[in-house]
């Protein structure tokens, strides 16, 4: 199988598609919710990481804001609230 960096941008949508007909049919919270980081991984590869400058986010699954810092890849590096510095994949990101 290939990584999701070298596939291309219908083998990641695919990808996706097949990942989400097995989160439908997981039988435990844990195997959904590591389908649902497969997914958010593959999705960050079909986006353009140079599109996401520093500022303010919502990231989905999160009541609190993300102050975005700079991205590596295609993970977008930064704190939400108080923590420590954390980071998400850049498909999980909706600039408010």
């Known amino acids: 199988m290939k990584r999701y960096g070298e596939m291309s941008r219908d083998e990641l949508l695919s990808e996706v598609d097949k990942l989400e007909?097995?989160?439908?049919?997981a039988e435990f919270p844990?195997?959904?919710?590591?389908?649902?980081?497969?997914?958010?991984?593959?999705?960050?590869y079909t986006l353009a990481a140079e599109s996401f400058s520093p500022g303010i986010y919502a990231v989905e699954g999160y009541s609190e804001q993300f102050e975005l810092n700079y991205v590596n890849g295609i993970m977008a590096w930064g704190r939400m609230g108080s923590e420590d510095e954390s980071s998400f994949p850049i498909s999980m990101l909706r600039r408010i």
């Open 21 to 25: 007909a097995e989160k439908r049919r």
């Open 30 to 44: 844990s195997q959904t919710e590591m389908l649902e980081r497969k997914i958010w991984m593959a999705k960050a």
